[in-house]
């Protein structure tokens, strides 16, 4: 009997509540014996954005990205770090562009059958709301989204599943 989850993506950018999110999608997948894929995807069009209201220039534009690609390569390789000691691949994917399209992207091209995000903390107005790239993707997705929430409670659960060393052969791309 198929679960109905079978290929799980989780979006990261490096806050705690993505990070979370990455935690609760690994005790997700262990327990559905699902896929799990991560993916984090650098911003450009904001940064194109910050360069066209000229808050940076080109150089600086450049210099930021490399550092936010950087992020990325840890995050992932973190993510895929606790998967592994958790008996559970996890396939890591670096993109960039705009976020909430990469995203759907992404979900559309590889029958993602479940998004898991971070909570939608730091949103202070409703401007910010909508400016959210969580937001964004919890709003307009096609399929179901698991939002997470309580930090403790995931760390909790995370941390209940037996510590089992396995090999995985993916990369991130």
Not at 116 to 121: C, K, T
Not at 145 to 163: G, K
Request: with cysteine; glycine share 6%.
């Amino acid at each position: 009997m198929s679960n109905g989850f079978t290929e799980l993506l989780v979006y990261l950018d490096g806050s705690e509540d993505s990070m979370s999110a990455a935690m609760a999608a690994i005790v997700l997948a262990k327990q559905l014996e699902s896929h799990l894929t991560a993916i984090y995807v650098v911003n450009t069009k904001a940064l194109q954005d910050l360069v066209k209201a000229r808050i940076f220039l080109d150089v600086e534009q450049q210099e930021y990205q490399r550092d936010i690609e950087g992020d990325a390569v840890r995050y992932l390789s973190h993510v895929k770090k606790l998967g592994k000691k958790k008996g559970v691949a996890v396939e890591c994917v670096k993109s960039e562009g705009a976020v909430h399209q990469v995203v759907r992207d992404y979900i559309s091209a590889n029958s993602i059958d479940m998004l898991v995000i971070g909570g939608l903390s730091g949103i202070h107005s409703r401007r910010d709301e909508l400016l959210s790239e969580t937001d964004r993707m919890m709003r307009n997705a096609t399929i179901p989204v698991f939002v997470v929430r309580d930090n403790d409670d995931i760390w909790d659960m995370y941390e209940s599943l037996p510590d089992t060393e396995r090999e995985d052969t993916y990369d991130i791309d």
